[in-house]
T-cell receptor
C-alpha cells in the first residue's frame, strides 16, 4: 500500500453546505492532484498543487478550491454543495518531475 | 482540453484468453499515457505506462502500445487470470500537471 492518506473516509452533507477534504501526500512527494470520480466513471481532474501553488486546473467551477501546506499535505474545499457533487474524491501525490501518481483511498461524499 | 475515449466499457473473457482495451486521445501534445487498475472499493493503482517517444512497453503479461499518428493507445493482457478482474482506466497527460482519464473498462475474467 502507498503512503497517501485521506480524511474523512465518508461524509454526508446537505445541498448548499461547504465541505473540506484532506490529503496527506506520500513522504517525499511535493505535488498533489485532486480528482472527482462519479459512480461508474473515470476520475475527473480538478486541480494540482505544487509547492503550495495551483499548478494546473481542470474544468471545475471556482467553488472548488484548494490549498497545499508547507508539509505538502492538501485540502479540497467545495462551497455551495450541489447534488451532483456526490462522488468519490481522490487525491494523488507524486514527486516533482516524476511520472507516477500514487492515489489515496478516497473520501466518499454524499450530498442530500 | 484533452478528451480521452475508452472502449469497450465492459469486456468478458475466459481465463487464459487475451484482453485488449483501447483508448484514443485528442491533444497531439500529450506525452504520457498511464494505465490504472481499480478493484471494487479500492484506489486506482498504476499497472503500466508509456511515454510518447516509445511505441511499445511490456511488463510480464501486460503490454501497452502507442500510435502517435493515430492518437490511440492500447492495453494488452495475455493469459488472463480471475484476479485480473477489475476496472481499468487509461489516462493521458501533457507536462504531468493535468491528467485526463477515460471512462473505464470493466474486465471480467471467467474461470
Amino acid at each position: 500500500e502507498t503512503g497517501v492518506t485521506q480524511s474523512p473516509t465518508h461524509l454526508i452533507k446537505t445541498r448548499g453546505q461547504q465541505v473540506t477534504l484532506r490529503c496527506s501526500s506520500q513522504s517525499g512527494h511535493n505535488t498533489v492532484s485532486w480528482y472527482q470520480q462519479a459512480l461508474g466513471q473515470g476520475p475527473q481532474f480538478i486541480f494540482q498543487y505544487y509547492r503550495e501553488e495551483e499548478n494546473g486546473r481542470g474544468n471545475f467551477p471556482p467553488r472548488f478550491s484548494g490549498l497545499q501546506f508547507p508539509n505538502y499535505s492538501s485540502e479540497l474545499n467545495v462551497n455551495a454543495l450541489e447534488l451532483d457533487d456526490s462522488a468519490l474524491y481522490l487525491c494523488a501525490s507524486m514527486t516533482a518531475g516524476g511520472e507516477t501518481q500514487y492515489f489515496g483511498p478516497g473520501t466518499r461524499l454524499l450530498v442530500l | 482540453g484533452e478528451n480521452v475515449e475508452q472502449h469497450p466499457s465492459t469486456l468478458s473473457v475466459q481465463e487464459g484468453d487475451s484482453a485488449v482495451i483501447k483508448c484514443t486521445y485528442s491533444d497531439s501534445a500529450s506525452n504520457y499515457f498511464p494505465w490504472y487498475k481499480q478493484e471494487l472499493g479500492k484506489r486506482p493503482q498504476l499497472i503500466i505506462d508509456i511515454r510518447s517517444n516509445v511505441g511499445e512497453k511490456k511488463d510480464q503479461r501486460i503490454a501497452v502500445t502507442l500510435n502517435k499518428t493515430a492518437k490511440h493507445f492500447s492495453l494488452h493482457i495475455t493469459e488472463t487470470q480471475p484476479e485480473d478482474s477489475a476496472v481499468y482506466f487509461c489516462a493521458a497527460s501533457k507536462g504531468f500537471n493535468k491528467f485526463y482519464f477515460g471512462s473505464g473498462t470493466k474486465l471480467n475474467v471467467k474461470p
